[in-house]
């Protein structure tokens, strides 16, 4: 029972405070305040953010066909190379040996060969007269098309021995900087399945690129020419700028995660782009200078006619997109065309002119709405009713 009537008691305080808030407010109407922006002239960019490696345009893997033992390395990392210059040296030992064998293989070839063309010319005489079985020269001649064809095979080893040898003088393939050297004097290479990788050159350090991933639900906006600017850690105060100068076609696929490639010129002339770093880069997908702006929220606002004084009007019209003007106690909507939108600014084709005022929201006891039924201006970081979006873009 004493909590009952507690509960009564608090129910009597709250209804006589509503009642009190109304009586001291006396029905006056709040007011409202409408916020207007001049049309002006502006800029309008959109960007996509994307994250990459900073690498060499053209980078060479050098590699020995051959195996066998270092024997001498003559550059070292950072050390600037001409094409058809001496790097490194293999132990030629094992090379000179096969080279050998295979040399003195042809001079025996040779020298069967010599005989079986005699041998054959001194049957195919007594075969012409009758003197031995047809058997008999088609075995000589067998013998001398043997001969033949293993001279033959034997040159071939002669000079497969000979470019086995000279593959073990490396050179550099292009004018360039050694990034890396992954052998030392006396280490062993062997060359059974794969090439080993000795040195990996650089051809030109002035002229870098960028290996960007492009998240799919932006890869439709990246063309090739656009501009670029990025920045990285080694050198935070700097932006440097680029291209895109290839958007790739092939798909990779990480955690669910599916991402292009896109390539980004990267000019170094000072060299403080280094292989290896990480490039945060914006792409401006958009970029359009010099036009007549206005907000992309004007597009939404609608006067309320329950707001209104009770001498203020609403002249309407039908377009797909229009704005809100207020001339005196009038409220006109225009049409106007739109061209660019980057979400925030709308570009202006039609329908005004520069220094024109445009009704973007209202406020009314300090709480910002800005379209019809009285709308709160919501956090856009914060969810929306279930079938809402937060945000539009202007029809083209």
């Known amino acids: 029972m004493k909590n009952k009537k507690i509960i009564i008691a608090v129910v009597a305080i709250i209804i006589a405070a509503v009642a009190a808030f109304f009586m001291l407010s006396g029905g006056k109407k709040q007011q409202v305040q409408y916020t207007e922006v001049a049309v002006a002239n502006g800029d309008i960019t959109s960007s996509v953010t994307a994250t990459g490696t900073i690498e060499p345009v053209t980078s060479v893997t050098v590699g020995t066909q051959v195996s066998g033992i270092v024997s001498k390395i003559y550059v070292d990392y950072n050390s600037v190379v001409k094409k058809g210059q001496v790097i490194a040296e293999l132990d030629r030992t094992n090379l000179l040996s096969e080279l050998s064998n295979a040399q003195a293989n042809l001079s025996s070839s040779q020298s069967t060969l010599a005989y079986q063309a005699s041998n054959y010319k001194r049957f195919k005489q007594l075969y012409d007269k009758g003197l ?23 040159k071939n080893n002669v000079a497969k021995a000979q470019t086995n040898l ?9 004018d360039g900087v050694v990034l890396s050297k992954e052998v030392e004097e006396g280490q062993t290479v062997a060359a059974a399945m794969t090439t080993p990788t000795l040195f990996t050159i650089a051809q030109d350090l002035t002229d870098m690129r960028v290996i960007a991933d492009i998240d799919e639900a932006d890869i439709g906006e990246v063309k090739e ?3 670029v600017t990025f920045t990285v850690d080694a050198y935070p ?31 170094n002339k000072d060299l403080k782009l280094k292989p290896g770093l990480t490039a945060n880069a914006t792409i401006f997908t958009k970029e359009v200078k010099n036009v007549l702006t206005i907000p992309a929220k004007a597009l939404k606002f609608t006067p309320n006619e329950k707001l209104l004084a009770k001498d203020e009007t609403i002249q309407d019209c039908q377009a797909e997109n229009k ?11 225009i049409a106007v065309q739109i061209g660019n939108t980057n979400g925030t600014l709308c570009e202006v084709i039609s329908g005004l002119k520069a220094g024109q005022k445009v009704i973007t929201e209202f406020s009314m006891g300090g709480m910002d709405i800005a379209a019809e039924g009285g709308e709160q201006s919501s956090n856009p970081f914060m969810p929306g009713p279930p079938g809402k979006k937060n945000g539009s873009k202007a029809s083209k």
Do not use: H
């Open 132 to 154: 031995i079985s047809a058997n008999d020269f088609e075995e000589a001649a067998l013998s001398y098309k043997k001969a033949q064809e293993d001279v033959t095979t034997q």
């Open 166 to 174: 000279s593959y073990a003088t490396i050179t550099s393939p292009i």
């Open 225 to 227: 020419g656009q501009r």
């Open 237 to 267: 105060d700097d932006t440097f700028t680029g291209t895109v100068t290839q958007v790739r076609q092939q798909a990779t696929t990480e955690s669910n995660v599916v991402t292009y490639e896109c390539v980004i010129s990267a000019p």
């Open 323 to 333: 704005v809100w003007i207020r001339d005196g106690k009038v409220f006109k909507a």
